[in-house]
């Protein structure tokens, strides 16, 4: 059965930091490559951070760059997100997705991804 199992949300204060956490299950995690997407009430998912499946190499959307880092573990079966410096308007659910290697297909293409986890709640609020 496959699992992309989100955790590590929580209410923040402005500037403050959190670290989520993305297990995977069920398939072959070192083949795949990790997404962060987050969607915020009202508005559409976005992409925010994309990890290739080696972990070599890492995207950022242009609102969380320099702010937020995406890593991959692959003996954990895991993915990261290390959020820093964290604003009201990063307030949303955020989401792990997985997809294999798939040349030319933009990583923010969310249609481009195999397996979903079911979203964490961040709150950045004083």
Not at 36 to 62: C, D, H, L, M
């Amino acid at each position: 059965q496959v699992q992309l199992v989100e955790s590590g949300g929580d209410l923040v204060q402005p500037g403050g930091s959190l670290r989520l956490s993305c297990a995977a299950s069920g398939f072959t995690f070192d083949n795949y490559g990790v997404a962060w997407f987050r969607q915020a009430p009202g508005k559409e998912r976005q992409a925010v951070a994309y990890i290739t499946s080696s972990g070599t190499n890492t995207y950022y959307a242009s609102s969380v760059k320099g702010r937020f880092t995406i890593s991959k573990d692959n003996a954990k079966n895991t993915a990261y997100r290390q959020m820093n410096s964290l604003k009201p308007e990063d307030t949303a659910v955020y989401y792990c997705a997985a997809r294999p290697r798939r040349p030319g297909e933009l990583w923010e293409f969310e249609h481009s991804y195999d397996y979903w986890g079911q979203g964490t709640q961040v709150t950045v609020s004083s």
